[in-house]
């Protein structure tokens, strides 16, 4: 179980940072496609299962067919144009800023008190419990969001026509 | 042999940090969008391990509505690139500098 934590982890890291330093945003989005997968696989680890089978269909397979279609759409062809770096030094800059939060993140997580383990409920994880919750205690957050989705149709409709009348 | 919740906060932590690195050194602002994916990817595998630890369903339903946010945020978010493509001709956000003084 640690092993394959450790491998889908790795997967994960690698194809991150494959995405943040690859020159073509196409390229980009394929790596992140395998980023999803290998933290879908994570979500099985955890006893997700509803949530690592929602990660692949919507995430990888909506979310980034949505991107590469962009990206095909608009048809970027040269890569980053490099010479016009707006001050020198702003890639060195960015990676000290990240090293900074990750720092922070790190502190504060190792600062956190963790209560004890709760016993372990039957099912966790699997459709029929995240139902019961999503339509008790959530309900109103889980109707929320269907208006929340029903405003980014629209609001993505119309930014996407090409003359407003 | 359960994982412990410690090695899912350590890797939440490193998604989350090249995230960041990706947002604040590339300049197309397609890829930092993926990048902004991927933090709130870091965000939603924090979450699974904590549901994983406490044995709630709780985080698991944050989760869902993470995803939900990031599917409409995208939604609206390619639309806007598509929109300024259309206008200024670039997605590079160093072209997009009318508002500077």
């Given amino acids: ?165 | 042999m359960v994982v412990p919740v410690q090695y899912y906060l350590a890797l939440s932590v490193a998604l989350f940090a090249l995230g960041v690195i990706g947002v604040l050194i590339r300049r197309n602002a397609l890829v930092i969008y993926m990048c902004i994916e991927m933090m709130l990817n870091a965000v939603n595998l924090a979450f699974i391990g904590f549901a994983d630890y406490f044995k709630a369903v709780d985080g698991q339903m944050f989760v869902f509505f993470v995803l939900t946010v990031a599917a409409a945020e995208v939604a609206v978010g390619l639309a806007l690139i598509v929109a300024i493509f259309r206008n200024r001709g670039s997605v590079y956000v160093d072209d997009l500098n009318i508002l500077k003084w």
């Fill in chain 1, 1 to 165: 179980m640690q092993t394959l934590f450790f491998i889908l982890g790795g997967v994960a890291l690698v194809s991150g940072g494959l995405v943040v330093f690859q020159k073509h945003p196409l390229r980009s989005a394929l790596w992140l496609i395998v980023n999803f997968f290998a933290v879908a696989g994570i979500y099985l680890l955890a006893h997700a299962e509803f949530i690592a089978a929602i990660q692949v269909i919507v995430y990888a397979g909506a979310i980034m067919v949505l991107f590469l279609f962009v990206i095909m759409l608009l048809n970027i062809r040269q890569p980053e144009a490099e010479p016009k770096i707006p001050f020198i030094g702003q890639k060195l800059l960015g990676i000290v800023l990240a090293g900074f939060t990750g720092l922070i993140l790190i502190y504060g997580v190792s600062k956190a008190v963790l209560g004890s383990a709760k016993a372990v409920a039957p099912g966790l994880g699997n459709t029929e419990s995240i139902a019961r919750s999503l339509f008790t205690n959530y309900l109103l957050p889980f109707e929320v969001t269907s208006v929340l989705l029903l405003v980014a149709i629209v609001g993505a409709v119309v930014l996407a026509k090409s003359k407003l009348k």
